[in-house]
């Protein structure tokens, strides 16, 4: 007689608890980090708002980095660069 073996497809169950970190009571003197998805017009819209974070909110510094394109998740060099280099970062998708 044959042995058949049945596999249930259900996983098990895991949970985990994440902090996020509070935003900063004020831009002033920060750098702000755009990650770009590669999507069209993207980079016109980050310049965009960084150039009035910059003049109105007082921001230090501007850093745009660039995914390889829109379907993949940002190389982990990229995201270890911008959490290194940026107070806090907008992740963003344009057409």
Do not use: W, Y
Request: with cysteine; charged share 20%.
């Amino acid at each position: 007689m044959a042995q058949i073996t049945v596999l249930s497809p259900v996983g098990e169950l895991q949970s985990a608890k994440l902090t996020i970190p509070a935003l900063p009571p004020k831009l002033e003197g920060l750098t702000v980090g755009f990650l770009d998805n590669a999507k069209h017009n993207f980079d016109h819209l980050a310049d965009g708002i960084g150039r009035v974070l910059t003049e109105q909110f007082g921001v230090k510094r501007i850093v745009h980095r660039k995914k390889a394109n829109s379907s993949s998740a940002a190389a982990p060099e990229i995201v270890a660069s911008m959490a290194k280099e940026c107070d806090l970062v907008f992740a963003g998708s344009a057409d």
